[in-house]
């Protein structure tokens, strides 16, 4: 069972109704689990190798949504969905969830954010699965066999689930503004230091504007606010264009079904309509194929040949005689219509041609 159909969907779908929810307690998630009935994705009349097969595939798949590039809201409903999934297994023992070594500090990174931003919740969850002992550490994020190529699928990031990449929010952080603040104050004391009044630095040392800092922090939360209105404008735009998309794709599929009939009754027109004309090459041939049938028993099936071979001697001679008649006959109406596709002989000939005598033995 190396893909079970519709679960990354389910998953999608329950994680997606969490990030609209938009909260990251527990509380929520469950309901949204009690309503889906998530509980009974592991029913079911199968085989113990099958469920435990089943389970791995499961739990893969919900970790793959806690790590990044996902957004915190996302990692934090797929530490619930690992949890809600680790706990309802029906394996005995129970399956791991699986993480790299490489992805650890990561994690650890993660479980901080949550104690910092007082989400105990999730942190008390986290640590509940490591009290259990839930993950297995690897080496490699997947299992690799010996000498076996197999083709890597890569995973496919679902783009509302995703953080958004703000540049200006990673570049300007809190931290930095206070730094600036700091260097900024600093560089006004200095002006006054070198200036004649020493209370307030003299206007040809005034550089730059006295509120740069601030009007650099209202800028970067302008920003934010207008890249968080973009998503949404995004997101709606992409559920409303779903339901003309799917009518044009009904639209062109009847389109192109209706093309390919008219083709194909073109065509069997063109097939059927068309006369078939034999080449000058092998007009010449035609003729004496028909006419030695139509006059004679050439080319008949060779049963009847050995029965024919039981006659005497002489009706095979009167045979081969009518047939070289004949065969004289057919190049005659040859030269004389050689204009024309098909020649049929008629029976008036065959009559006019005589046999020679035979001689009697004495």
Avoid at 186 to 208: E, F, R, T
Wanted: proline share 4%; with cysteine; aromatic share 8%.
């Amino acid at each position: 069972m190396s893909a079970v159909p519709g679960l990354r969907a389910d998953c999608e779908e329950l994680l997606g109704a969490f990030q609209e929810a938009d909260t990251v307690r527990f509380e929520r998630f469950a309901e949204l689990w009690r309503e889906r009935r998530f509980h009974t994705i592991f029913h079911g009349r199968i085989r113990a190798l099958e469920r435990n097969k089943l389970t791995k595939k499961t739990l893969e798949v919900a970790q793959q949504y806690f790590l990044p590039p996902y957004a915190f809201q996302i990692r934090v409903g797929a530490l619930y969905l690992l949890y809600g999934l680790y706990s309802t297994q029906l394996c005995q023992p129970k399956q791991k969830i699986r993480i790299a070594l490489k992805d650890w500090p990561e994690i650890q990174r993660f479980q901080q954010d949550l104690i910092d931003s007082q989400h105990y919740d999730a942190a008390y969850i986290f640590r509940t699965l490591r009290l259990a002992r839930a993950f297995h550490f690897t080496a490699m994020p997947k299992l690799l066999n010996y000498r076996t190529k197999k083709k890597i699928e890569e995973n496919e990031f679902k783009e509302e689930f995703k953080d958004p990449s703000n540049r200006v929010s990673s570049l300007i952080t809190n931290d930095v503004l206070e730094e600036l603040m700091n260097i900024h104050d600093h560089y006004q004391k200095m002006k006054c230091v070198i200036s004649a009044d020493k209370s307030q630095p003299d206007k040809a040392l005034s550089l730059i504007k006295d509120e740069f800092v601030v009007t650099l922090k209202d800028i970067t939360l302008e920003h934010q606010e207008w890249q968080q209105n973009r998503m949404k404008l995004f997101l709606n735009a992409k559920e409303t264009d779903e339901i003309p998309s799917k009518k044009e794709e009904e639209t062109l599929i009847e389109s192109e079904g209706s093309e390919r009939a008219n083709a194909l009754a073109r065509i069997k027109y063109r097939s059927y309509s068309a006369v078939v004309e034999a080449s000058k090459s092998r007009r010449h041939r035609q003729v004496k194929l028909e006419s030695s049938e139509s006059g004679s028993n050439f080319g008949k099936s060779p049963s009847r040949s050995k029965k024919n071979s039981r006659r005497p001697q002489a009706s095979k001679r009167r045979d081969s005689l009518g047939i070289k008649g004949e065969m004289e006959v057919a190049t005659e109406t040859v030269t004389r219509h050689i204009g024309m596709p098909i020649i049929t002989e008629e029976n008036s000939d065959e009559e006019e041609v005589s046999l020679p005598k035979r001689k009697r033995r004495r």
